[in-house]
Every structure is written in C-alpha cells, then in structure tokens.
C-alpha cells in the first residue's frame, strides 16, 4: 500500500520546540557551557575540563551546606505530611465550612515569597517582633539572628506555615474523593478509626501524596527566597542552604564555573532523588 | 430470627426521605426492594444496617430493639453498586478482613476463605489485588467478604448495576444460589423488575420514600395491590388507560375500541393497567380486542420486538416475540389480551384482575 507522507504535522510542534529551546535547553547549556570552562567576563573562556566538578565535589563548604539541606527538607516533610493529613483529615466535608477552610488554607499560599520571609524577620525580631519578643518575655532567650538554633528553629515554623497548606489541599482532594460507601463498608466490617485511616484513607490518598512529597521535597530542596529575606544564611553559615550558597558563590565571589558546576550536580541530585522516589511509590501501582 | 422495622422515618432538614414506614422481615428470606433512583431503598438499607439512624420509629431484630446499637456491633453485611474493597489488600485478605477483626484464628481463616472463594470462582485471583481484576471479580470479592462473615442480615445494594449484561446475568443466576441455606435475612435493592422476579422471594415495591407494597414476588406482580405499585413493578412501563363500563361490555374512552368480559364489577368509569407483552401484533389467548396505531420507534432485540406506537391521544409501548419489522409512521394493527388487563378503581386500587 502506498503511504501519503506529510510532514506538515512538524509545523505543530515547532512553537513547543521554541519555548522549550529558550526557556530550558538554552540556559542549561549555558551553564553547561560555564562549568567545563573559565571564564573572566568579556566572553573570554578557557577550558578546564572536569575541574570545577572535582573541586565542588571535595568542597568542604558544598558538603557542608547539602548537609544543612538534607537536614532542612527531612526535618520540614517530616513535620509538614503528617500536620497537612491531620489537618486535612479534620476538616469538615460540607457545609459553609468546606470554603471557609480552604480559603484560609489557601491564603499562606498566595503571599509572595520574600514578603514571607519579610514578615517573619519581623514577626520573629526578639525586640519588637511580637514572636521574639514574647518568647524573650516568657523567659525563652530566643534571638535567630544570632543563635543558629533559634534561626533554625524560625526557619523551619516560617516554611511550615507557609507550606503545609499545599499538603493539606492536597490531602483533602484525596480524601474528598473516596466514596462514602468505603468508610461504611469497613464499619460494617467493624473497623476501627485507625484502621479506616490505615487501610482505606492512606492507600487511597497515595497519588496524592506522593504529588505532595515530591513538590515539598523539590521547593524545600532548592529553599531560596524565605531564608534570604529572613536570615540571609546567617548567623555565620547556620543557615547557609544550598541555593543560597551558590548564589553567594555565583554572584557574589563571580566564580561562575564552580557555581556552573555545582548547580549541575544540585540539579542532577534533585532529579536522581525524585526519580528514585517515583519509581519506587509508583512500583506497584500495576494497570491503574 | 426477624427484623422489623415500626414506624420508621427519616428527614434530612425539611426533606422526608422514609415516610413512616412498617416492615417484617422473615429469617432465611431474601427480600427485594424495588424501585426506581431517590425511591429511597439505599436509605432505608442504610437504617436496617444501622449505618444511619431513623428521624423516628424503632428497629426490632429478633425482639430486641436494636435502634441505636452501632454499626460495628451488629452482624451485618453489606454489598454495594460500587465495587468497594480494601485497595491495597490480595483478594485473600479483603474476604478475610471482616473475620481478622473478630478475631478468628488465623486456620479457620483459611478454611473459609477457601470455601468462599470456591464458592464465588475466585481461588485462582486469592494472591491479586482489586485493581487487577475485571470488575465482576471485584464485585465477586465484594460478595465473598460479605458471605464470610456468617451475618444475620446481609444487605445488597444494586450488587449488579456497575457490571455488564453478561455478567449480570451470569451474577443475577447464581446469587440466589448462595444464600440457599443460609441463616439469614437478605435484603436486595434494586431498580429492575427483572432483577426482583429473576431472584423471587419476597418483593417491595417503593416509590418516593414510601413502601407500596410488600408480599411474595409474584403475588406482587400478578395482583399490585394498586396502579402506583403496577407502574413500579413493570418495565417496559406499563401501559395506562381509562376506560368506562355498562353491563358486560368495556370501552376504551375516546377509542372506538370496546371488549365484552364477565367480570363482577360496578359499571362507571376505571383504570385499565396493559403490560407491554400483553399488546402484540399477532393474536394471543382467546381474548383479544384490535388497537391501531401508528409506529413511533420500534426497538428488535431478535427475541423480541418493543414497538412504540401512538394511538389516539396516548402513546403505547407493545412487546411481541420474534423480529417484528415495522418501520416508523407505518399504520398497524395490535392485539390487546383482554385476559391480562388489570382494572384499578377512581382511587388506583385494584379492582380485580381479568
């Protein structure tokens, strides 16, 4: 049988191809570009092979502040997914409250991401901040700028309270979408609460879940703004995440081809850890 | 063993979705309730599980009042129109699920298990999970969890409405089957009169939150107490027309159609009730009177043929054997078995039958 070939259908995708090309490859090859080579500005480079990767790699400050990262995103999901599911898990599913809820779920979300970190820097100062100072004035010697705990401690309320909102709509739709005659079922059966939680709510609020851990894992991963505004990474380097230390390293030292490099390797950590955490929830979900 | 229902009722706000209503339930029986989407079956299946508590009037099972006991302290049993198991569970231990809760040993487990799932074709699939199922396995599994657990009262809520036609029919066969012997009361909601006279037993036919009637299937069926109940209990809906009597002879208002018949009834006017089979286009019984009309649609299953027809001011729906070809706006002539009509009263009560 003799085949019409048409190419025109190429013409569809060219204007994705564009977008694609200029928001995504052509900046990452870019960087690319910046992390095999030196470069001293005035489009001059010399290439330097896999040097700037050896150097990140056995950089005792890159250790040191993907060590803070790991701690930061491990400590945040472990507090945002199960406050988001408690959360979710006892608000009401109709009435006026549903939307009364969720738009005060909501609000957290909507604010910008430095005015966050504005607000908390206030919220938080021990002297005129209405948090600091009322811990100061229950006998707390809190003072975040200063003390790395207490700016640990700020950071981690500020991103819980900004974030576990997403968890929570998120957990919400879950659960909003099993049907009712699941939860009668498993009365009838004479379940309990823990069990109706355990064997219907949590597998059933898988998808969603894994959504809402892979977003969480990927914005806490590559935290920038808040802690910027709030802490700048201080005191010392206490706070120093891995964002802010490239752009430090970027920006303000101008060593753009370890920076280059280390954002390579930040990205492609990122990716492996997403990757593998995918792959592993989603193992077993067979046809579905 | 009973369970009865006295006066029970239930609102939702301003809304009665169950209007007082009085039910006896007989052990080893299986009970059909029957009505159309809203007529309040799921509701009232609900309340019998103790899944939802009447607005008034009490629960009786076996002479105690078991009004507001809990769910999980009784021993019921309930299937639904979805196919609702655990997800994450093998075929194995959802049907085990209601008896590792009561704390059965873990043997016995499996010495039921196994029986149900032989019983329900599912000892090959035991080690598989829902979603690996076609969905008559699901609901099968459905089934089995329900059967395991030896409950007084097992509850089915239009088991079969999310399967196929074969499939259902293939249910629909061997569901009476499994509760043969069972010391147990099986409730079975459902919108099709098929599924009622496929099943037998005991039969109720609701409409609009309230019970029209309740006795044995066929009883029902043969004699509706009343038009309503007719109506309910028919499908392809049941034909209704007026019609007028003097002496021994009947007349379809504003038709020229009239019958002689000797049954004892006061002359004036009445209802007469027509099951589709029951108007054809061949004669059938001794009895017939002619009806024309002209074809609106005419549906052929090849075992059957439903034509749709208008005639005078109403529209018809007959039900003949075989493929009848009519096509559309044909005039035609139909056979009306006079033996079968059903006669209701001003009052849609049921006068007398043929």
């Given amino acids: 049988m003799n085949k019409t070939y048409n190419q025109k259908a190429w013409f569809f995708v060219i204007p994705v191809f564009v977008l694609v090309a200029f928001n995504a490859v052509v900046p990452l090859m870019t960087v690319v570009n910046y992390s095999f080579q030196e470069t001293f500005g005035s489009n001059v480079f010399a290439w330097e092979g896999t040097r700037w990767f050896k150097q990140i790699l056995h950089s005792e400050r890159f250790h040191a502040s993907l060590g803070r990262q790991f701690i930061f995103t491990f400590i945040i999901l472990l507090i945002q997914l199960p406050l988001g599911i408690a959360i979710a898990l006892t608000m009401p599913k109709k009435g006026w409250g549903v939307p009364v809820c969720l738009i005060l779920m909501s609000m957290p979300l909507l604010i910008p991401w430095n005015v966050v970190g504005a607000m908390w820097n206030i919220f938080a100062l021990p002297d005129i901040g209405f948090l600091g100072n009322s811990l100061n004035s229950l006998g707390f010697d809190y003072n975040f700028t200063q003390q790395s705990g207490d700016a640990w401690f700020t950071t981690i309320l500020m991103d819980v309270w900004h974030w576990t909102s997403l968890v929570v709509l998120l957990s919400y739709a879950g659960l909003n979408s099993i049907q009712p005659a699941y939860y009668q079922a498993a009365e009838i059966d004479g379940a309990s609460r823990w069990d109706i939680f355990r064997y219907i709510e949590l597998p059933k609020m898988k998808k969603v879940l894994t959504l809402a851990i892979l977003l969480r894992f990927m914005d806490s991963f590559m935290i920038y703004t808040e802690p910027f505004v709030l802490t700048g990474g201080g005191p010392g380097n206490a706070t120093n995440f891995l964002s802010l230390d490239l752009v430090k390293m970027a920006l303000g030292q101008f060593d753009l081809g370890p920076a280059a490099a280390m954002s390579l390797i930040y990205f492609l950590i990122v990716l492996l850890i997403c990757w593998v955490f995918y792959s592993l929830m989603m193992k077993n979900e067979g046809r579905t | ?354």
């Fill in chain 2, 1 to 354: 063993m009973s369970l009865e229902l006295k006066n029970v009722e239930k609102k939702v706000g301003i809304e009665t979705h169950i209007y007082s209503t009085n039910l006896k339930l007989e052990k080893n029986t299986i009970n059909v309730l029957l009505g159309s989407t809203l007529a309040g079956k799921t509701t009232l299946m609900q309340i019998m599980a103790g899944l939802d508590k009447p607005t008034s009037g009490e629960i009786w099972f076996n002479d105690e009042n078991v009004t507001g006991k809990e769910v999980q302290k009784r021993n019921c049993s309930m299937v639904y129109q979805q196919f609702i198991n655990y997800p994450n569970f093998t075929v194995f231990e959802n049907i085990a699920s209601p008896l590792k809760i009561t704390g059965v040993k873990p043997d016995e487990i499996k010495e039921r298990v196994g029986k149900v799932a032989e019983l329900l074709k599912l000892s090959a699939m035991l080690n598989k999970k829902p979603d690996e199922l076609s969905g008559g396995q699901q609901q099968r599994t459905a089934l089995a969890r329900a059967l395991v657990k030896d409950s007084d009262l097992i509850l089915l809520d239009e088991p079969l409405a999310n399967l196929d036609f074969k499939l259902r029919e293939e249910l629909r066969e061997e569901l009476p089957k499994l509760f043969e012997d069972r010391d147990c009361i099986v409730v079975y909601a459902t919108t099709e009169p098929l599924d009622a006279l496929m099943i037998g037993g005991n039969t109720a036919t609701l409409l609009e939150g309230r019970i029209i009637q309740y006795g044995e299937t066929l009883k029902v069926y043969n004699k509706p107490e009343n038009l309503i109940s007719a109506k309910v209990f028919s499908d392809p809906p049941m034909n209704i027309a007026e019609i007028s009597k003097s002496g021994d002879m009947f007349k379809l208002k504003d038709y020229n159609v009239q019958w002689k018949s000797d049954i004892k009834i006061k002359d004036g006017d009445y209802k007469i009730g027509i099951r589709p089979h029951n108007i054809t286009t061949y004669k059938e019984g001794n009895n017939s009177v002619e009806i024309n009309g002209k074809v609106l649609i005419s549906e052929l299953s090849g075992s059957e043929s439903l034509i749709h027809f208008t005639s005078g001011k109403l529209n018809w729906v007959s039900l003949s054997n075989g493929v009848q070809q009519k096509n559309i706006g044909e005039n035609t002539k139909l056979f009306m078995n006079v033996d079968e009509f059903l006669y209701f009263d001003a009052n849609n009560r049921l006068v007398t039958n043929g």
